[in-house]
């Protein structure tokens, strides 16, 4: 998977260790499931106060994240322009593992998997499919795909245990509602 790096984000004069590797040349997370915490993630990928595409985006994923959760979703990955130096990413990019998933439990939005999933952009500014999901006629799943550029270059994503970062990411979404700020400074 690569050395990573190890730096210090602080939110809220609390420290936050980040493990998450450095963007390499080209933008992009290096080759490979990078796992992360969700005070990390939205450290990383939640933008400043004076990007609110960002920080709609990350509001949007952590409710999509924390339907997924209530279906018994365990594992998540986050694709997409989101997971890039991109300063104005377009959306994000989820697939999820359903093993052990309740599917009669799944939000119906997250259910309707229609072309373009209009739905699911309209009410979390993202999109999501079953991991194994089928991306095109090759036979490659969404995960594989996630894992390649459009050219077909390998590339790295987020890999998220929701089990873990539930209530992270329940804590975060009321600090939001409250008023409170998710900026980060490098410290």
Not at 14 to 39: K, S, T
Not at 41 to 68: C, I, V, Y
Not at 157 to 178: H, I, N, P, S
Request: proline share 5%; with cysteine.
């Amino acid at each position: 998977m690569g050395a990573r790096s190890v730096r210090q984000l602080r939110q809220n004069n609390a420290p936050i260790v980040c493990v998450l590797p450095a963007f390499g040349r080209n933008g992009l997370l290096p080759e490979g499931e990078h796992l992360c915490q969700w005070p990390e993630f939205a450290l990383r990928f939640g933008g400043t106060p004076d990007n609110g595409r960002r920080r709609t985006q990350t509001l949007g994923l952590a409710r999509m994240l924390l339907l997924l959760t209530e279906a018994g979703c365990r594992v998540a990955f986050v694709d997409g322009s989101f997971v890039t130096r991109e300063r104005w990413p377009k959306d994000f990019d989820v697939c999820y593992e359903e093993e052990d998933m309740d599917l009669d439990l799944l939000h119906p939005i997250l259910k309707d998997v229609s072309l373009g999933r209009a739905a699911q952009k309209r009410f979390f500014a993202g999109e999501a499919l079953p991991a194994n999901y089928p991306f095109d006629r090759s036979g490659r799943t969404m995960r594989e795909a996630f894992a390649r550029t459009r050219e077909g270059n390998a590339k790295g994503l987020v890999r998220m245990e929701l089990e873990t970062v539930q209530t992270q990411m329940a804590e975060w979404l009321e600090q939001g509602e409250q008023g409170g700020t998710h900026g980060a400074t490098g410290g």
